[in-house]
């Protein structure tokens, strides 16, 4: 698999508290940023990885998990989900993740990265791999067999490298790929998106969001990003506001902010390592960033959020629900 099983190594970025970020790693052979195995294989690959000890770390790709039997524990955003059979577990680019051992969960498992996709069909999928999508998905009834049958030939497929020319195994790949993809985005989870704003996550906007979330920790100026992908700070700030009414300035904001309840809260972090981890160059900066924003210190949210229990949720339930 792509992942290192002991050690940090070239790909890896350590966060102070070990919140590590992987990059697309598959093994050697393997052609594009696509990757299908299973779950009893990945664990059977990886005795001693990432889950004895369990610890937190983030991708640059999407992980997403179907179920098939037993039922998967993992950890996103600091929240334990539940995953059942004929359910699916998507773990999006940027999120906080942290494995549970597999028990008897069994299933196809498929990584890739955002760039496998073609544009138009990632424009198509825009609510599907956003970033605030639901990390746990019930497909429609009808559609549950065919998910599961796609999934199989996938995997089928990845799995006979060597039998047909490379751009043909690969347009393949792709291909199932999108199709299961483009079927789970019927699930009664996703929201549809307007066309209007489907198609603005595909250009500039989209973009943006994607940046955003691999380089909010140290790019912190709407310059930055407007240089980051090419266009003016104009341009930008309006691609921002057209989908959201927000300013790129309050949605760059925003991220760091999200980023900070969550490791004051769920990672238990103290604010002198959010405020490092967040490229603040003083903690008293952060502390007046963050209560400019909520209205309390740091060490006064981390102490609310102590009280509160840890938090569960299975799929068939309502998100972030105690």
């Not at 050697?28 to 990757?35: C, I, N, Q, S």
């Not at 294989?41 to 997403?64: E, I, K, M, S, V």
């Not at 996938?154 to 047909?164: Q, S, T, V």
């Not at 309006?238 to 760059?252: C, M, Q, S, Y």
């Amino acid at each position: 698999m792509m992942v290192n099983k002991r050690h940090p190594r070239q790909g890896e970025q350590s966060g102070p508290a070990e919140i590590r970020l992987f990059r697309f790693q598959p093994p050697v052979g393997t052609p594009y940023g696509l990757e299908v195995s299973t779950v009893e294989d990945f664990f059977a690959q990886h005795d001693d990885w990432p889950w004895n000890p369990p610890r937190p770390g983030r991708a640059t790709f999407h992980y997403l998990i179907a179920v098939s039997e037993g039922e998967l524990l993992h950890d996103v955003d600091h929240v334990t989900r539940t995953v059942s059979p004929g359910q699916w577990l998507w773990v999006r680019p940027g999120h906080t993740q942290c494995w549970h051992p597999p028990g008897a969960a069994r299933g196809p498992f498929i990584l890739f990265e955002p760039g496998v996709l073609t544009p138009d069909v990632a424009r198509l999928l825009a609510p599907l791999t956003a970033h605030d999508a639901p990390a746990v998905l019930t497909p429609h009834p009808d559609d549950g067999t065919w998910l599961k049958q796609t999934a199989l030939q996938l995997l089928d497929e990845h799995r006979a490298l060597g039998r047909r020319r490379l751009e043909v195994h690969h347009a393949l790949r792709r291909s199932l790929l999108e199709s299961l993809l483009l079927r789970l985005a019927d699930s009664p989870d996703i929201a549809p998106a307007e066309t209007t704003v489907g198609a603005s996550r595909g250009d500039t906007y989209g973009l943006f969001v994607d940046a955003l979330e691999l380089h909010f920790r140290e790019l912190h100026q709407v310059a930055d990003y407007a240089e980051l992908l090419g266009c003016s700070v104009r341009t930008l700030s309006r691609a921002a506001r057209a989908v959201t009414d927000k300013g790129a300035r309050e949605l760059i904001d925003e991220r760091r902010l999200l980023e900070a309840r969550r490791l004051l809260a769920g990672a238990g972090w103290d604010a002198r390592a959010v405020a490092a981890h967040l490229g603040f160059t003083d903690p008293a900066n952060f502390g007046r960033f963050f209560r400019a924003h909520t209205g309390l210190t740091p060490t006064a949210f981390a102490a609310g959020e102590a009280a509160v229990a840890p938090r569960t949720e299975r799929g068939s339930g309502p998100r972030g629900r105690p």
